[in-house]
């Protein structure tokens, strides 16, 4: 009895974990192909075959129109893709250059004409403007805008700042207690009501924010392919929280090797003098460097992707403090006219408000040494 329980339990935690990775294959990050298919005079061409092909990888995936002439086609990666419809009697028609984002979902009505199988229909497709299959509301950050568009600190959550209704909250601190990273407010929702997603999985911060470095960055820019920001009416399959869903999908190998490296830098030589600054400019160093690669491992069926990020920061700052000076020792301050007028001090504050620091020798000593620690920390 105990080892049938014992199984029993484990078949049941293998059900829910392939349902959750079920789950997570759907939640935007593929995309979705569908449409008609009709001949000539309008009428439906039921039966007909369907080959959806990645341009990049040769990844394939083939469907049959119904009774009605419909046709669907979903998990499919992100990427370039080629639609071929055959049926007998007809003239094979091709679709090229059908390009699926995350999330998005493609029409695709194909129109044959008579003749044959072996005579072919080449038609390059162009993207809709418009997304009229679902009421959902989002937004897309493509690849072009991630790689082309100034990031300063290439922190990829600010693209979704280009999104209508995304708004940085700026009133809040940025500690390891809250979180390091940008927080958005999406419709005026709160900050820590989105969530985060890379490929299905959710990635929230300890906080409720999006993923970010120590240093406040969300790196990545060349490891991430593209995302999209569903800001409202998405369906209930992403759940959890009740805000906006950032969904992010990593970029793959493809048939053709390609890669980058880069080095991004900062430094004080080239900032103006803060309002503040007297003396020499504070130290400021930054260098973001790395590099990524993908290709074939065995065409059309295994590849690889390797990115790599690195981030060097070394930054002074300048803080101004202020301190009483003599008048104000003595209990003298300036009133609205600018005129100097004598206030009630505390007793205690007597015997220091006529004798130099120089002239002190216990706080003289606490002087010294609070700088030497002051000095050491910061070395």
Known sequence: MIRFRAGATLFALILVV??????????AVTGTILGRVTDATGAVVP?????????????????????EGRY???????????????QAGFQTQVRRGLVLSVGSEITVN?????????????????AAA???????ISGLVSQEQMRDLPLNGRSLDQLALLNPGVFVSRYTQNVSTLGRGMRISVNGGRQ??????????????HAANGPNSAGGNALGVEGILEYRVLTHNFSAEYGRNSGAVVSMVTRAGTNQFHGSAYE????NVFDARNFFNTGDLPAFRRNQYGGAVG?????????????????????????IATVPDLNARQGLVPNAQGQLVKVTTNPASLPYQHVPIAERPHLRRWYRAGNREYKRAHE
């Open 110 to 126: 194909v129109e044959l004409a008579v003749g044959s199988t072996q005579e072919r229909v080449e038609v390059t497709a162009v």
């Open 264 to 267: 991004f830098l900062r430094n």
């Open 192 to 205: 820590d009501a989105n969530v985060y997603l890379i490929d299905g999985t959710v990635v929230n911060d």
């Open 72 to 86: 669907l086609v979903r998990n499919l990666p992100p990427g370039s893709y080629d639609v071929t419809v055959t």
């Open 295 to 319: 290709g074939p491992v065995k065409k059309d069926q295994i590849f690889f992707f390797v990115n790599y990020e690195g981030l060097r920061k070394n930054q002074g700052q300048t803080f």
């Open 47 to 67: 039966g007909a075959t369907l080959q959806i092909q990645n341009s990049e990888t040769g990844y394939s995936q083939t469907a049959q129109a119904d009774s």
């Open 18 to 27: 392939l349902s959750m990775a079920g789950i997570a294959s759907g939640q």
């Open 130 to 136: 418009i997304e009229t299959t679902n009421a959902t």
